[in-house]
């Protein structure tokens, strides 16, 4: 489904983001990927996404060779993938439907589709009683179960987590973590991005570990840190 071969990225300050990468990431995988700040990760995300290319070597998405694709293209890869991001990012002045729907309309999705998909994936994060409350009217980790609707609503292949977790306290992260959990188990390959040592160890999925823009370590079932560290 994901594969990066012997990727490369630089950026124009001379920090070698990423050398000689290569992973593959199989379709209905749980990763979790870590490491220290300027690692790598974050990098890893916007290649993906195509918000940078890289400087050499070969990424694949679905089979296709993304880093050889025309700009036309991009959103199609953009809206294969859902994204849940740390800060929630909603829009303070819509209700939590609204959210949700807001991104359903610049996807082109019809009215019908909306009033039909929307409480569906409320219902997925057991929100559809606050349907109508703002952001500001919700807790931290409600808040985060509506940008995992939204990043879902869309039924991507593909759901990175960017340190969904690092705003909320430990019980709230386990919330956030069974919802994941169970978005996986339904056929979605999950990508989360994290320093959450106790969820990693706890979950005991594939661990991509990135230090200096090279990958360190790739595991099943792996822990945040082997023993020796």
């Not at 490369?8 to 983001?17: D, P, S």
């Not at 990175?160 to 306290?169: F, H, K, Q, Y």
């Not at 106790?198 to 661990?207: A, G, L, P, S």
């Amino acid at each position: 489904m994901i594969e990066f071969i012997r990727v490369n990225k630089t950026y124009k300050n001379k920090v070698h983001a990423l050398k000689n990468v290569s992973f593959k990431i199989d379709r209905g995988e749980f990763v979790f990927v870590i490491g220290p700040s300027g690692a790598g990760k974050s990098t890893f995300i916007k290649l993906l996404l195509k918000e940078v290319n890289p400087d050499s070597g070969k990424i694949t998405l679905f089979k296709d060779d993304i880093t050889k694709v025309r700009n036309r293209k991009i959103p199609e890869i953009r809206q294969s993938i859902g994204v849940v991001f740390q800060d929630f990012r909603l829009l303070e002045n819509k209700t939590v439907y609204d959210n949700i729907k807001y991104v359903m309309e610049l996807l082109g999705k019809s009215s019908k589709t909306i009033k039909k998909e929307v409480p569906q994936v409320l219902k997925m994060v057991n929100l559809e009683h606050k349907a109508k409350s703002y952001p500001n009217q919700l807790s931290g980790g409600e808040q985060q179960r509506v940008s995992i609707a939204r990043a879902m609503v869309n039924k991507p292949k593909i759901l990175i987590a960017d340190e969904p977790t690092g705003n909320l306290d430990p019980e709230t992260s386990w919330e956030i973590m069974e919802i994941l959990k169970k978005i996986n188990e339904k056929g979605t390959t999950v990508i989360m991005i994290t320093h959450a040592k106790d969820i990693v160890d706890n979950m005991e999925k594939r661990v991509i570990h990135f230090e200096d823009g090279r990958v360190v370590r790739d595991e099943k079932g792996g822990k945040y840190l082997d023993e020796e560290d």
